[in-house]
């Protein structure tokens, strides 16, 4: 349920000298600064590692507009969520309304991932690409855009299980390329896993084989998605956790989500690989951003619902403080 930010009235001081006012003025302010820095959610233990939510979980109850793009920066400030992902499929957002939901989200205290939902070896990346990185630089936060690592060239062939060797050279050249590209403007390019398998096996390859390929390119890691229906080769949680574990700083951000028989959820439960391990391997290894990411519902009340059921399962393991 959406939380009312209405202000209570204020009532006029009669009777007393003009100097209270500013007193008393003074002393609300800091008692409504202090209500929500205690409110603001976190994790048991690793204080610095941060949650938000994709904007995405709202795309089927939502249209996307700048009004309900900042009615979701107030829920995220309302709830104690330190940031959203901006989900922006192919990045066409105008400059002035970035600069508009920038103001917003800053004058919120919320940070804000750019993301962009379209694959490199796609037709359309570099001018999403271009328009995603000249967005990003207008937001408040840690200067992240975030793409798909796969999926055109896999949803036009049903038997197609992995990159051929010269789809991973054409794939690392052009990542470390735009990677490199948005480094110099402060900015990180980081992919997420998607239908390609996790492992590959010559002359099949897969997202280890990428990250081999690659220098740059950071990784956002989505904890379903190995193991979900549609990945062309579901893969082995404890060996995940062992490539994940030596991946070093490249490893940037993970999505939060559940598969249950290999089917996303509309919110979070347990997974393949336990949300607890995820947590405690990101906060080994001061990986900061923890989205949540759910299955969309066309009810918005349900999506807020969905959103306080997963802080709720959060809250019951033990990974954010009650």
């Known amino acids: 349920m959406v939380r009312n930010n209405q202000s209570p009235p204020h009532h006029t001081l009669r009777g007393r000298g003009l100097s209270v006012f500013p007193f008393c003025a003074l ?6 600064s202090c209500r929500q820095q205690a409110h603001r959610l976190a994790f048991a233990k690793y204080p610095d590692l941060r949650i938000g939510f994709s904007t995405q979980n709202f795309q089927k109850a939502l249209p996307f507009n700048v009004a ?4 979701l920066i107030d829920y995220a400030s309302t ?8 989900r922006d499929n192919f990045a066409t957002l105008r400059p002035e309304e970035c600069i508009q939901l920038a103001n917003h989200a800053r004058s919120k205290k919320i940070d804000v991932i750019y993301e962009i939902q379209v ?3 796609d037709t359309a990346f570099l001018k999403a690409f271009d328009r995603g990185l000249a967005n990003t630089l207008l937001f408040p936060g840690p200067g992240i855009l975030r793409s798909l690592i796969s999926q055109s060239e896999f949803n036009t062939d049903s038997t197609k299980k992995g990159w051929s060797k010269d789809e991973l050279n054409r ?12 480094k110099a403007k402060n900015v990180q390019l980081i992919v997420e896993n998607m239908n390609e398998p996790f492992f590959g096996d010559s002359p099949i390859y897969g997202l280890s084989d990428l990250f081999t390929a690659t220098t ?3 990784l956002q890691f989505d904890i379903g998605n190995a193991f979900r229906n549609s990945s062309r080769k579901k893969a082995d949680p404890t060996q995940v956790g062992q490539w994940l574990t030596a991946l070093g700083p490249r490893w940037v951000t993970s999505h939060l989500k559940t598969l249950q028989h290999g089917a996303s959820q509309p919110f979070l439960t347990d997974n393949p690989m336990p949300v607890e391990e995820v947590v ?4 080994q290894q001061n990986v900061k951003y ?11 009340q349900a999506c807020y619902e969905n959103h306080a059921k997963s802080i709720r399962f959060l809250k019951n393991k033990g990974i954010l403080v009650n």
């Not at 405690?280 to 906060?283: D, P």
Request: proline fraction near 4%.
């Open 290 to 300: 923890a989205t949540i990411e759910l299955l969309p519902v066309t009810d918005k």
């Open 79 to 86: 709830e104690g969520y330190q940031f959203i992902e901006l």
């Open 27 to 32: 002393f609300i302010l800091l008692l409504a």
């Open 68 to 71: 309900n793009l900042s009615d």
């Open 216 to 218: 740059i390119v950071g």
């Open 280 to 283: 405690r391997l990101m906060g």
């Open 171 to 182: 794939l690392a050249h052009l990542l470390d390329s735009c990677a490199a590209v948005a």
């Open 119 to 121: 694959n490199p070896l």
